[in-house]
Antibody, heavy 118, light 113 residues
Framework: QVQLQESGPGLVKPSETLSLTCTVS??????????WGWVRQPPGKGLEWIGS???????YYTPSLKSRVSISVDTSKTQFSLHLNSVTAADTAMYYC??????????WGKGTTVTVSS | DIVMTQSPDSLAVFLGERATINCKSS????????????LAWYQQRPGQPPKLLFY???TRESGVPERFSGSGSGTDFNLTISSLQAEDAAVYYC?????????FGQGTRVEIK
């Protein structure tokens, strides 16, 4: 059974870069039907899709974050990563890594809380 | 961006009663080439990540109880719980994956009355 686990700092200073890694277990990352992505949820609010990456490195990002975000994949380590630069308090959220199967998100990590504060 | 609007924002239902959540998209999300509606439903219990319930609007994910059903087409969709159980108390989200970016509804909180 596939599992996803987020890891990374829980506290990031304003203007710095938020970096998270998702480790995939129990599944191959190299199916053409699969994309690997990130969704975030500010405290007490709804869900926002950030972007996704295929095993070959093709990426899609939400336009509102495109200038600040990068998602990459390392299939040899069965990991993919999120980098969000120039963060502000508005980027404080629970960050989930997800598996996208045929575009919908069928597997979610447990999430990791990231707080942007000095 | 395609805007997804759910109604109501919250509802309280007695155990064993029916709960229905509506989701409307700002544009058609039925793809003509494959006749599929690019819509998913998720359940998020307190303190947990979202869980996929339905994709292609009405295809039930493995393990989802049959009291849950998804319906609709085009721009208007419903999630129905035919007989509410205590464990169904949660926030439910619809999501379209037709356009880029994916967008979610604002969520509907289902409570036990």
């Amino acid at each position: 059974q596939v599992q996803l686990q987020e890891s990374g700092p829980g506290l990031v200073k304003p203007s710095e870069t938020l970096s998270l890694t998702c480790t995939v277990s129990g599944d191959s990352m190299t199916s053409s039907r699969l994309y690997w992505g990130w969704v975030r949820q500010p405290p007490g609010k709804g869900l926002e899709w950030i972007g996704s990456v295929s095993y070959s490195g093709t990426t899609y990002y939400t336009p509102s974050l495109k200038s600040r975000v990068s998602i990459s994949v390392d299939t040899s380590k069965t990991q993919f990563s999120l980098h969000l630069n120039s963060v502000t308090a508005a980027d404080t959220a629970m960050y989930y890594c997800v598996r996208r199967r045929d575009r919908y998100m069928d597997v979610w990590g447990k999430g990791t809380t990231v707080t942007v504060s000095s | 961006d395609i805007v997804m609007t759910q109604s109501p924002d919250s509802l309280a239902v007695f155990l064993g009663e029916r709960a229905t959540i509506n989701c409307k998209s700002s544009q058609n999300i039925l793809y003509s080439s494959d006749n599929k509606n690019y819509l998913a439903w998720y359940q998020q219990r307190p303190g947990q990540p979202p869980k996929l319930l339905f994709y292609w609007a009405s295809t039930r994910e493995s393990g989802v109880p049959e009291r849950f059903s998804g319906s609709g087409s085009g721009t208007d969709f419903n999630l129905t719980i035919s007989s509410l159980q205590a464990e169904d108390a949660a926030v439910y989200y619809c999501q379209q994956y037709y356009g880029n970016p994916d967008t979610f509804g604002q969520g509907t909180r289902v409570e036990i009355k």
